[in-house]
């Protein structure tokens, strides 16, 4: 296997990461490709101790402190000597990014009476990541505010200087040009809704007890995201079913649930490590019961997280980087392209997202203190409407963002499933309908 | 906390509305609700940001890196070939069809403003292929011709002149009429055969049309057959032109005569007679109808 040496230490011209590499040519209206972690606490959030956090979670994790820009062959990143900016809140989450307005930073700390929120652009990093420099910030932050001295469980460690795989790029470390490329899928079905949409994204959030809705993943022997994905799978067959009355015209339904791979490979990096694993079922071949979908989101999940089937698909997605005539094309012809066949080569292979970053652990100083916590994705023109999972204390949260201004059909869906279940859900949105 | 009593969830506390489904929370009196800490710190914006997607994006950008990439080509392969001083319309042919294509990718996707941007384009263009030798002259007949066609094709399918189809007539007429001013003016470097020819041709139109409106507006409903219609438009027509005729006849031999418009002014006459006895034949069998004596 051929090994990269990796730049370690932020300085000039740091390259994307891999799958970083597309967000910014795609970056456009409908299209953010911005996600948001927030943690909601007990106590009143202070603008100038929250300035004091951000400090020094640039100060332990320098690689963070950079901009973004736009170079002759490809994007790249440098050192952003500007201060960061702290915002206050606004009325959506995970909406388009004003570089311009945030310093040229890729991440932006936003706060509100309660809250503490990271919006961060995936060039930067993914989910875990994004948690990880959260956690940071609030334990900085407590620390300030006099509140209590804790570190997370699992978290980056304030006073340890930085390892050298947290700003490595993984995926060029388990590249190999010898195995064989994965295959691309066909196109999926897509929901396009009802009435209108503009780019304000609506939330709509779902609370559930963990104990409830592990009992009933147990019961059918999944696990709790599988059990959440095989219930967006079949509300989106129940509103297939009605959109297309003829069976055999049934497109496949498939949903795109990002694996953490940091596991798997055991590298703690703090950059996107992440693939997409793609499950789903095919309706033309008739009627999906929940309890047939849960089986084939297990099975299908677990041969998604083989190591050799994410070695070939790193296979895939390193080796169309380094193909000669992408590599050297100019960035001018490179963006319009990737814009134009992003959809061809992501987008159109699946009919949702749903992303979990699962059980949020706390340390016991925290724990009476945490009011909530939340995970936002930007959701897309093609997949109006895109889902994110998680957990705190004994609760999980699904927040549901969409596009669509009216239609909250496959919400309603998703959520009367559950109740059906027998699991309580409890609802609250930003919505006009309950203002 | 109240329940949803179509969807079987629990509604965050103060809610007035089921978010999935809609249907109202209603409570008892003396037990509302007040409304919890907001999801989030603002109310959600009457309206979103706006701006241009990723497809149309792409395609824009695609055209401005084609555009850039043969602007080089052709302007280094005509100047390395020695004809670097002819390259002026090549290069301004290129940029203006990427204008045409960014515009039509960029903006609003209505008939009115794609029509109105493209006619713009083509006048700025008409008038660019004419001073590539830094003389402007065909193009002062060419481009205002553009601006003609757009107030019959485009502007009448505007708001503003649906709203006010009078004021559109008589912007189109006007605009008409200062066209055939401009091409006197330019062909001629003054109005020589506007005020005798075209002035009066105009006003003759314009009484033909006005006495067969007020003809046809006295008309009982108001119900005008289409046959009517047709056949007023074919005196109006015949009698325009004879009226041409005759003004130009003055204007050239300075004898005011009918040289070659003599049939068309017959035929008119013949169809006007038709006309009018149609219409006495119709008013003298109304009279004589039952219908007609009890009314």
Sequence with gaps: MKIRVQNYAPEGFIALDNSALIYPPTEAVYN???????????????????????????????????????????????????????????????????????????????????????????????????????????????????????????????????????????????????????????????????????????????????????????????????????????????????????????????????????????????????????????????????????????????????????????????????????????????????????????????????????????????????????????????????????????????????????????????????????????????????? | MAYCIRCGVKLEEGSKACPLCKTPVHLPEGMEEQKQQPLFAQNLPSKGMGGVNKTRKGVIELIVSLLVISELTVFLSMWLSGNGSQSFIPLFSIAMASLSLILAFSVKPAYTVQASIQCLLVAVYLFGLDAADLKISWSLIASPAVGVGWLYFVYPFSRRAAQKPKTAAGVCLAGSLAYLALINLVLEHSLTWFIPVTLPVIATLLVLLGLFGLWFSKRKNKRVPLADVVLATLVVLFGTITSLDFFLSGYQLGVFTLRWSRGLLGASFVILVFLVSVSVSRRVRRYFTSHNRHT
């Design chain 1, 32 to 435: 953010a490709n911005t996600f948001r972690v927030s943690l909601d606490l007990s106590f009143t959030i202070k603008k100038e101790i929250l300035e004091q956090a951000v400090h020094d979670m640039l100060e332990r994790c320098s690689y963070a402190k950079v901009s973004l820009h736009a170079g002759f062959f490809w994007y790249f990143l440098s050192p952003n000597p500007k201060q960061p900016i702290v915002h206050p809140e606004g009325s959506y989450p995970s909406g388009r990014f004003s570089f311009k307005e945030n310093n040229g930073y890729l991440f932006k700390v936003l706060y509100s009476e309660h809250r503490i929120a990271l919006e961060c652009f995936h060039a930067l990093t993914d989910g875990s990541g994004a948690i990880a420099y959260l956690k940071l910030l609030v334990e900085r932050y407590c620390h300030h505010a006099d509140i209590a001295d804790f570190q997370f469980p699992g978290g980056l460690i304030f006073k340890a200087r930085p390892s050298i795989q947290e700003f490595s790029d993984p995926f060029q470390h388990l590249y190999d040009k010898t195995l064989p490329s994965y295959p691309k899928i066909s196109k999926a079905y897509h929901r396009k809704g009802n009435g209108s949409i503009d780019d304000r994204v609506k939330v709509i959030s779902a609370s559930i007890s963990t104990k409830q809705i592990k009992a009933r993943a147990k019961a059918r022997g999944i696990t709790i995201g599988e059990y959440l994905s095989s219930t967006y799978l079949y509300a989106l067959q129940q509103l297939q079913q009605q959109e297309v009355p003829v069976r055999r015209r049934r497109k496949p339904i498939r949903l795109s649930v990002p694996m953490n791979l940091r596991k798997i490979f055991g590298y703690e990096t703090m950059r996107n490590f992440t693939l997409f694993a793609v499950i789903g079922i095919e309706p033309a071949l008739g009627y999906y019961t929940f309890d047939e979908i849960a089986k084939e989101v297990h099975m299908q999940m677990a041969m998604s997280q083989d190591r050799k089937r994410l070695l070939s698909q790193i296979r895939r997605n390193v080796g169309g980087e380094r193909t000669p005539l992408i590599r050297f094309a100019p960035n001018m012809l490179k963006n319009p392209l990737f814009k134009l066949l992003s959809d061809y080569l992501g987008d159109d292979q699946y009919s949702g997202v749903i992303s979990n970053l699962g059980q949020l652990e706390l340390p016991p100083a925290l724990e009476g203190v945490i009011r909530r916590a939340d995970f936002h994705l930007s959701p897309g023109l093609l997949n109006r409407v895109a889902l994110a999972v998680i957990g705190y204390l004994d609760t999980i949260v699904v927040n549901f963002t969409s596009f669509l201004n009216t239609d909250t059909e496959l919400e309603r869906l998703f959520c009367t499933f559950m109740v059906e279940d027998g699991i309580e859900v409890t609802l609250s949105t930003n919505r006009e309908t309950d203002r």
